[in-house]
């Protein structure tokens, strides 16, 4: 609601609808406090303020009686870094976001391609197809890849293989295992910003370089691919960070063999109680998800700023 | 869209297109496949027909009670989400104030931040306070990771109404409650709808705040699928599944039908 007093004549407050964006007038204040003062206290209250306390818990340390240390330690932030079994962790959760991101751009580009040039009852087609799943459990799906990739004669894919003549395979409580299901369950976290980036590229430039005798890949890898990279980067954020600080997909297709940090700070807060180091163990995965959309940010910035200055 | 779209490489994306599909599709359909396989145990490929793990499972008490909580919850958390959010959407599009941005960004960090370490940061905080009303606890936690979604969507479909129309029901001597309700409201009414089932959904899915809240007599579904698949090895594991699985495509054609699944995603 733009901000007048009912006496107001109409035509003034219609230019200013017709201005764009909402007035700037003296009497925000109490609107604003009472359309988003609500909303803000209980953001301070049950989301910034804990999460303040629990940065703060990370640098503490637990003594063998389980009482804490009252001075400030990176002790926890050392032991993550240096004990090879959480270092282990570390990596292993990096390397399997990095391998769930290229995998998932792999498999996106096809279905985007598809969605955002191809026919449109197609179109409309995969892309319900492709959010649907979001909405089924994610225990479900992970519980999906558990039939498939089963170890021994029951499994599907096994089962599949035999047929073939092909070997049986071992994948579950494997790092492929997690990285297969976390592709499946992020692949459309992936395909809806890369349509909507694809979809935003004029098809005639693609048309006019095939006119000029670009063949197939060089159109993709001169016009589309770098036209795109901005959806792509939405998507690679999107399925980097979501794939880093997953619980259920390493517990589940990881088992023991494959942990990763959320498994790690699932265990050490629920079943050693250590809360410090399960404090710093979760910090360190929101470094990572921050890093990674900071980053993505400042990208897309600097291209915005880029652009202004060639526009200039 | 002309056959040109795609150029000449048309038939290997349709065929990658068919075969990346089929991968996305997998995992939902086999549960289904091996709920009726007449064996006492989930075996590939199935054998026999039977509907009786459906029967069984629905039998099972743990189940249904845990169905019923995730509804309760997610029902109470998409209220809570939509009284907060709806509000909050209103004023970041209709109001302009210097650290607008920084209200934005607070609700709807949520999304970029990882939610497991939300529930975390939650527990830390109820088990502080001595809060150990698991119900409450859960509701706060969903409406928190919920509320995000809410203004998303709200605010995608505020954005394309004309403030001026209520600033005319104003004029008219409506009062700001009375201008919105009878004047914005029906015309973001597909948003609002979409906020509150897609805040409902999320919730109902929602293991990352769950797994640190609940406790033995307030189990949500996803965290009593979890010990089911632990402990279960019939095929009555595969019937849960597909149950929910039938439940999540039941939302998918509302979500459709009432809102549109992509207006509803925002994308």
């Known amino acids: ?312 | 869209m002309s056959e040109t779209g795609l150029g000449r490489a048309a038939p290997l994306i349709y065929a990658l297109t068919a075969v990346i599909m089929v991968f996305l599709m997998l995992p939902l359909i086999l549960p289904i496949v091996l709920s009726v396989s007449d064996t006492p145990f989930v075996t590939f490929p199935p054998r026999g027909f039977t509907l009786g793990w459906y029967a069984k499972v629905l039998d099972e008490p743990d189940f249904s009670s845990s169905f019923r909580f995730s509804v309760m919850l997610s029902a109470s958390a998409a209220i809570g989400a939509m009284l907060l959010g709806t509000p909050t959407a209103i004023g970041l599009v209709r109001l302009s104030f210097p650290g607008k941005a920084i209200v934005q960004g607070l609700v709807l960090s949520p999304l970029i931040f990882p939610t497991l370490v939300t529930g975390i940061a939650l527990l830390r905080l109820f088990s502080s306070l001595g809060s150990q009303d698991a119900y409450l606890n859960l509701v706060i936690g969903h409406v928190l990771v919920t509320t995000p979604y809410v203004v998303r969507t709200v605010s995608a479909s505020l954005v394309t109404v004309d403030p001026g129309l209520e600033e005319a029901a104003r004029t008219l001597g409506a009062d700001r409650f009375t201008a919105f309700w009878r004047v914005t409201r029906p015309q973001i009414m597909p948003g609002l709808i979409a906020g509150a089932l897609f805040a409902f959904v999320t919730s109902f899915d929602n293991y990352a705040v769950s797994m640190w809240l609940f406790d033995a007599s307030h189990v949500p579904l996803p965290m009593m699928m979890i010990s089911l698949i632990s402990r279960m090895f019939d095929p009555g594991i595969a019937a849960i599944a597909s149950l929910m699985i039938f439940f999540s495509l039941f939302m998918v054609l509302l979500l459709e039908r009432l809102a549109g699944l992509r207006r509803a995603m925002s994308f």
């Open chain 1, 1 to 312: 609601m733009t901000l007048s007093t009912p006496s107001e004549p109409i035509a003034p407050a219609m230019m200013q609808a017709r201005a764009g964006a909402a007035g700037k007038r003296s009497s925000t204040l109490l609107p604003g406090l009472m359309l988003l003062g609500p909303v803000v206290l209980f953001f301070v209250l049950v989301f910034v303020i804990p999460v303040g306390l629990m940065v703060r818990y990370s640098f503490l340390k637990q003594l063998p009686d389980g009482s804490l240390t009252t001075l400030p330690t990176l002790a926890n932030y050392i032991r993550l870094a240096t004990v090879d079994l959480y270092r282990g962790v570390m990596l292993t959760t990096l390397r399997i976001s990095l391998f769930t991101t290229i995998s998932a751009t792999l498999l996106a580009y096809p279905l985007a391609l598809v969605i955002a040039r191809g026919p449109v009852w197609l179109g409309r087609l995969i892309t319900v197809l492709v959010i649907a799943p979001l909405l089924v459990n994610v225990v479900v799906r992970a519980y999906g890849w558990r039939i498939i990739l089963a170890n021994g004669p029951n499994g599907v894919l096994n089962w599949a293989l035999s047929f073939l003549g092909l070997g049986p395979v071992e994948l579950l409580y494997s790092d492929w295992a997690v990285v297969i299901g976390s592709v499946q369950v992020f692949l459309p976290m992936m395909v809806l910003p890369l349509t909507a980036a694809i979809g935003r590229i004029d098809p005639a430039v693609e048309d006019a370089a095939r006119t000029l005798g670009g063949d197939s890949l060089a159109v993709f890898r001169r016009v589309t691919l770098p036209l795109s990279l901005p959806g792509l980067g939405a998507g690679c954020t999107l399925v980097f960070s979501l794939t880093a600080s997953s619980f259920i997909l390493p517990s589940l297709l990881g088992g023991s063999f494959t942990k990763m940090l959320g498994t790690l700070v699932e265990e050490q807060i629920l079943t050693v109680f250590d809360w410090p180091f399960g404090a710093a163990i979760a910090t360190v995965m929101v470094v990572i998800a921050m890093t990674i959309n900071l980053a993505y940010m400042a990208l897309i910035e600097r291209k915005t700023r880029t652009r202004a200055t060639e526009a200039a």
